[in-house]
């Protein structure tokens, strides 16, 4: 019942209505038929949540709960809000007191609670704001006992290790780092976990712009990436309240979480699958990771609007508030950088600081507030604090420059139409979402992955020829930093290349647009390669996921009262709901229904879909060299499939594949299977590639690869050459080797796309490609699934009175 209503957004009142309604359909049905076992039934049917509840063993409010100052927001036990003065109960007042000395000295003196009388003349007090605490330590528990949970927090140690390459945080310098801690032994010790920490705020109801509640979310680093995001493996910490004016300050909320880092970076012994008994675990938050006012809140810095707004370095920003701060200037190595040890000191003499005066003094002078995660002797609040690709790229500087636009008529309505007509052209296949049809109208509601798709996928096709050829130089400059950075794996060198074409397009803005329109997230793209190596790609640490888990919490139906408690209760509901085991007589049938929550199972024979393997497979190396093309394990085959038997052309030809994939053996026709399984698509690292056998998978079915030649022969050149093609079909098949060894690979049989002589008349990475016309078939024509290196979007254009097709890789997903 309780995953109905979470599926079905039933309102705790239209839920109890249903268990009515099943009661006396039931309870009737067994009258009607006779039934004794439906009566029995009956007579222990739930007909209430709270009887449900009572019966399944939950405690909705299995959480903390404290009172919140509505002006300080410092917090209180529920016990200390209230407090008898002779025969009456009165509510008590904040005690806190901001500073020592001068007007901060005094008592806040808000009242907590407010007196509501009842229908029957009793009073009683409700406090005026709660923050509900969920122990991350109860939560960490209950996670370590299911199934498989602790086995993958282990995963990573197994992994393959590749150099020049990250492919996910364990490849970043603080994961290295704190292998070893002041000379004692941290990640190196096992069942010892990292924390990811975001705080967010965002508006609960879809008609109201005018209540925003906090949230703080803690993800467990050590799970594998295809894991570590996942709904049922985040811990919702807390649920911040309401506020009439934002805090300056989250340290109160802060400081019950804090505690119990203190705990867990000493060791606890918690129940886990991996044994009967409580083991040793240890825990430490390694990232804190959330968008600009939040993440400065967080880890005690400035607002974006300081003069010292930058959280990585001490550059001095001219200007107030009033006036528009001027962000220019890109020559980074007149920046100072900012460290730990001097972060420390200067936090903590803003918190000792006397008086209100001398403490926004000395946290003008210094950029920096004192933040509670300090109290934790190994956080470093420089680096922990990441800056955010998504808030960064996407929101930030790819929306501003849309707009700028506007507000400089680069594009006019007609243009603007002109961008519309060639969005709705272009095809980009599935899972990839569409941006709205009316750009002009609907852009400033573009979220996060539309202003992606946009930036990456469409921009450079729909803007060709709109903007004057400097300000598409510029922008274009942005996108291939974007298309770079924003892979799920990531060479030393393209991060490189990435960094100075961010700072390259930073200058050119400066110089086209004037220092005034230069803003925070220009400073910071010149940050971003400082992040990513410290934690890996973007898709180690970016808010795209948070951003997903605000969704969540905001989908359930509230009333108008205490929406935090509201909020932690659906999530504790739906933690429960996660770790249900069915019946395996109903298994079969409910699988399907419990998907959007359960996980299956990850096989500990299996290597993580985090190494970066696929990842040389389908870009890196001359062909053939330290490749194992027998190791599918990162493709999955349906269950159905058809036998296909390969006549002697189709066997000579895919005898040349095997030569050109394994150059140092001799292949013959004899060698290669005659009967092969047939498919109509295949799933590569999770994502699905679609063929024309299939009519709903045929827009998932065009692929680039750097493999095919303009003969149809295997191109043997290491350079990186894509070629576009549609799939066919795909086809598992047997070797045998000499000396008896047999050997399966899956291939994909592809029609490649010729050249057209204009194939650079768009910018790159948008191509021309003849449209009808495919090369002759040849070996290439087989290619091996591993090969595969990304799926693209296309569009029908006339050039010179030709029909044509625009080609535009799309970033892959998988790594």
């Known amino acids: 019942m309780l995953l109905w209503q979470a599926n079905c957004k039933l309102s705790n009142n239209g839920l109890e209505w249903l268990l009515r309604f099943l009661f006396q359909f039931l309870h009737l049905l067994g009258v009607t038929c006779n039934c004794e076992y439906l009566v029995e039934f009956c007579a222990m049917f739930p007909t209430s949540l709270y009887v449900l509840r009572k019966i399944v063993d939950l405690d909705r409010d299995d959480f903390v709960k404290y009172v919140v100052c509505p002006t300080c927001s410092s917090l209180y036990d529920p016990g200390n809000c209230t407090q008898r003065i002779g025969d009456r109960i009165v509510a008590k007042c904040c005690t806190n007191k901001a500073f020592k000395k001068g007007k901060g000295a005094k008592e806040c003196g808000t009242k907590l609670a407010k007196r509501v009388v009842l229908?029957?003349?009793?009073?009683?007090?409700?406090?005026?704001?709660?923050?509900?605490?969920?122990?991350?330590?109860?939560?960490?528990?209950?996670?370590?006992?299911?199934?498989?949970?602790?086995?993958?927090?282990?995963?990573?140690?197994?992994?393959n290790i590749s150099n020049g390459i990250y492919s996910d945080i364990y490849d970043g310098k603080i994961w290295n780092d704190f292998l070893t801690f002041k000379g004692r032994d941290f990640l190196k010790m096992p069942r010892s976990l990292a924390f990811g920490l975001n705080v967010d705020w965002f508006q609960p109801y879809s008609r109201?712009?005018?209540v925003s509640v906090g949230v703080i979310y803690l993800v467990i680093l050590n799970l594998p990436r295809e894991e570590r995001f996942k709904w049922e493996n985040v811990i919702l910490v807390g649920v911040i309240p309401d506020m009439e004016k934002m805090p300056k300050s989250i340290n109160s909320f802060l400081k019950p979480l804090v505690d119990e880092l203190q705990v867990l970076w000493k060791g606890i012994r918690?129940?886990?699958?991996?044994?009967?008994?409580?083991?040793?675990?240890?825990?430490?938050?390694?990232?804190?990771?959330?968008?600009?006012?939040?993440?400065?809140?967080?880890?005690g810095f400035k607002g974006h609007s300081a003069e010292?707004?930058?959280?990585?370095?001490?550059?001095?920003?001219?200007?107030?508030?009033?006036?528009?701060?001027?962000?220019?200037?890109?020559?980074?190595?007149?920046?100072?950088?900012?460290?730990?040890?001097?972060?420390?000191?200067?936090?903590?003499?803003v918190r000792k600081a006397a008086n209100k005066t001398t403490h926004e003094k000395l946290a003008t002078r210094y950029g920096c507030y004192f933040s509670v995660l300090l109290e934790l002797e190994y956080f470093d609040a420089v680096r922990f604090t990441v800056i955010d690709p998504m808030?960064?790229?996407?929101?930030?500087?790819?929306?501003?420059?849309?707009?700028?636009?506007?507000?400089?008529?680069?594009?006019?309505?007609?243009?603007?139409?002109?961008?519309?007509e060639r969005i709705n052209k272009l095809d980009v296949g599935t899972g990839f979402g569409r941006l709205p049809h009316k750009i002009a109208s609907n852009h400033g509601k573009y979220k996060a992955s539309q202003w992606k798709n946009w930036t990456m996928i469409y921009s450079t096709y729909a803007l060709h020829g709109l903007l004057p050829s400097e300000h598409l130089n510029c922008w274009h400059t942005y996108v291939m930093a974007c298309r770079l950075l924003a892979v799920p794996v990531l060479s030393h060198n393209d991060l490189k290349k990435a960094d100075l074409l961010l700072l390259k397009f930073c200058t050119q803005f400066e110089r086209l647009y004037g220092r005034k329109e230069v803003r925070i997230n220009m400073h910071l793209h010149c940050h971003l390669k400082e992040c990513i190596e410290d934690y890996g790609p973007v898709y180690s640490f970016w808010c795209f996921a948070f951003e997903r888990y605000n969704g969540i919490l905001g989908s359930t139906c509230f009333n108008n009262r205490s929406i935090e408690i509201q909020l932690m209760r659906k999530f504790i509901c739906e933690q429960f709901v996660l770790n249900v085991s069915l019946p395996e007589e109903h298994s079969e049938?409910?699988?399907?229904?419990?998907?959007?929550?359960?996980?299956?199972?990850?096989?500990?024979?299996?290597?993580?879909?985090?190494?970066?393997?696929?990842?040389?497979?389908?870009?890196?190396?001359?062909?053939?060299?330290?490749?194992?093309?027998?190791?599918?394990?990162?493709?999955?085959?349906?269950?159905?499939?058809?036998?296909?038997?390969?006549?002697?052309?189709?066997?000579?030809?895919?005898?040349?594949?095997?030569?050109?994939?394994?150059?140092?053996?001799?292949?013959?026709?004899?060698?290669?299977?005659?009967?092969?399984?047939?498919?109509?698509?295949?799933?590569?690292?999770?994502?699905?590639?679609?063929?024309?056998?299939?009519?709903?998978?045929?827009?998932?079915?065009?692929?680039?690869?750097?493999?095919?030649?303009?003969?149809?022969?295997?191109?043997?050149?290491?350079?990186?050459?894509?070629?576009?093609?549609?799939?066919?079909f795909f086809f598992a098949n047997t070797i045998k080797f000499r000396g008896g060894q047999y050997q399966m690979h899956v291939f994909a049989c592809v029609r490649w796309y010729k050249e057209d002589s204009q194939r650079e008349l768009y910018r790159r990475p948008v191509e021309i490609w003849k449209l009808r016309s495919f090369s002759p078939a040849g070996p290439a024509t087989f290619l091996p699934v591993q090969r595969c290196y990304c799926k693209f979007a296309t569009a029908q254009v006339?050039?010179?009175g030709v029909e044509k097709q625009i080609v535009c890789p799309i970033q892959r997903t998988f790594c």
């Open 589 to 728: 049938t409910f699988t399907a229904f419990f998907n959007r929550y359960q996980t299956s199972q990850l096989s500990t024979d299996k290597v993580p879909v985090g190494s970066s393997a696929l990842f040389h497979m389908s870009t890196h190396g001359q062909l053939g060299a330290c490749i194992d093309w027998s190791d599918i394990t990162y493709i999955s085959l349906p269950s159905a499939y058809k036998l296909m038997q390969l006549d002697s052309d189709d066997r000579q030809l895919l005898a040349e594949t095997y030569q050109c994939m394994y150059p140092n053996k001799h292949i013959l026709p004899g060698m290669v299977g005659e009967v092969c399984r047939k498919y109509s698509s295949v799933l590569l690292a999770g994502e699905k590639i679609g063929s024309r056998l299939e009519c709903r998978s045929l827009r998932s079915a065009r692929i680039m690869a750097s493999w095919a030649d303009k003969d149809g022969q295997v191109s043997s050149r290491t350079a990186l050459n894509f070629r576009p093609g549609i799939v066919l």
């Open 270 to 299: 918690l129940h886990s699958s991996l044994s009967s008994i409580p083991l040793l675990f240890h825990g430490a938050i390694l990232l804190a990771a959330s968008d600009i006012p939040a993440a400065r809140k967080l880890c």
């Open 798 to 800: 006339e050039v010179n």
């Open 119 to 159: 229908s029957d003349g009793k009073e009683c007090y409700y406090p005026f704001k709660v923050y509900c605490f969920n122990s991350v330590i109860n939560q960490l528990e209950a996670m370590l006992k299911k199934p498989y949970f602790a086995e993958k927090c282990e995963h990573w140690r197994n992994r």
């Open 391 to 420: 808030h960064n790229l996407f929101l930030g500087t790819a929306k501003r420059m849309f707009q700028l636009w506007l507000e400089r008529d680069l594009l006019t309505k007609s243009k603007l139409k002109t961008i519309e």
């Open 308 to 349: 010292r707004a930058c959280s990585k370095c001490f550059k001095s920003f001219p200007g107030s508030v009033k006036t528009g701060r001027d962000f220019s200037g890109f020559d980074r190595d007149q920046w100072q950088p900012r460290s730990n040890e001097l972060h420390r000191c200067h936090a903590d003499m």
């Open 208 to 210: 109201r712009s005018d």
